[in-house]
């Protein structure tokens, strides 16, 4: 981003200063993905009238919005005199308004009074549900409206990650991929963070919340002494064979355990 009032842009997220009718930015903690769609809304907000709204599945309060974002990008740019910033929205001089509400507060026929918003921003994405995202989609339809996700990736099967991580992009998306070291503001509270979970935690926890991977059944293991290596069989050895029947959701698993009988 670049003029008077403006933020600085990570590189990792300058395909997106392009217009598109999807953009995603997904991956682990302090990547700063919020503080790049913040920085953006408030200079398109400068430069136009311009309606977004910010969007969550659950919103049960502001204090759990981006609504602090967007008023640290209207600071951090000296954009004071551009915006109002109420108790529940945002106003631009430019005559636009950010508003911030949850997907679950709305139906079908509810989520018609959007369909003006030219941005919508869905914060938060992982916890998006398909019928959500099925009805935000053609509710944002203005011409040259863009509706943004950002998310920290939880299962596969979430459907924003089916969405924008599938084998196949939906027309005029762009999706990047943004951890903490493509941030040149990673802050020095989170790198005490980093440092410990990187010490402490097991590998499949710390690429989850650090580096964007989706979360991993081996953080619920009862056993951890254990380690996968090749061996060979004594004959002598007792074998034993064990089954954990899956269900819904759940694999099954076939388990071989050696006796000391």
Same mark, same amino acid.
């Given at each position: ?18 217009? +598109? !009718?999807? /953009?995603? $930015? @997904? ?6 993905? *919020? ?5 953006? %809304? ?72 959007? +369909? !003006?918003? /030219?941005? $919508? @921003? ?6 998006? *549900? ?5 009805? %935000? ?6 011409e040259g409206s863009e509706i943004w996700f950002s998310w920290n ?55 989850h919340i650090w580096m964007g991977q989706y979360k991993q059944a ?18 002598n050895w007792i074998l034993r064979q064990g089954a954990d029947w ?16």
């Amino acid at each position: 981003m670049s003029g008077t009032l403006s933020i600085e842009t990570a590189r990792v997220f300058k395909p997106l200063l392009q217009p +598109a !009718r999807y /953009k995603g $930015a @997904w991956g682990g903690r302090g990547s700063g993905k *919020s503080r790049f769609f913040a920085g953006l %809304l408030v200079e398109e907000q400068i430069r136009e009238k311009l309606d977004a709204v910010c969007l969550r599945e659950v919103q049960k309060s502001l204090e759990f919005s981006v609504k602090r974002e967007i008023e640290a990008a209207i600071q951090g740019m000296n954009a004071g005199a551009y915006f109002e910033i109420q108790d529940k929205r945002v106003l631009s001089k430019r005559g636009g308004v950010t508003i911030f509400e949850g997907m679950q507060n709305h139906t079908a026929d509810s989520i018609k009074s959007l +369909a !003006r918003f /030219k941005r $919508a @921003w869905v914060e938060e994405a992982q916890s998006l *549900s398909q019928s959500s995202l099925d009805i %935000l989609r053609p509710t944002i339809r203005e011409e040259g409206s863009e509706i943004w996700f950002s998310w920290n990736p939880q299962h596969e099967t979430d459907a924003v990650d089916r969405f924008l991580r599938g084998h196949r992009l939906p027309p005029g998306a762009i999706v990047v991929e943004a951890n903490y070291r493509d941030n040149p503001w990673f802050p020095a509270v989170l790198q005490a963070d980093l440092d410990h979970d990187r010490r402490t935690a097991s590998p499949e926890k710390f690429a989850h919340i650090w580096m964007g991977q989706y979360k991993q059944a081996g953080d619920a293991l009862v056993f951890r002494n254990w380690r996968i290596e090749e061996f060979d069989v004594d004959p002598n050895w007792i074998l034993r064979q064990g089954a954990d029947w899956g269900f819904s959701v759940d694999p099954s698993v076939l388990v071989q355990t050696r006796s000391e009988e």
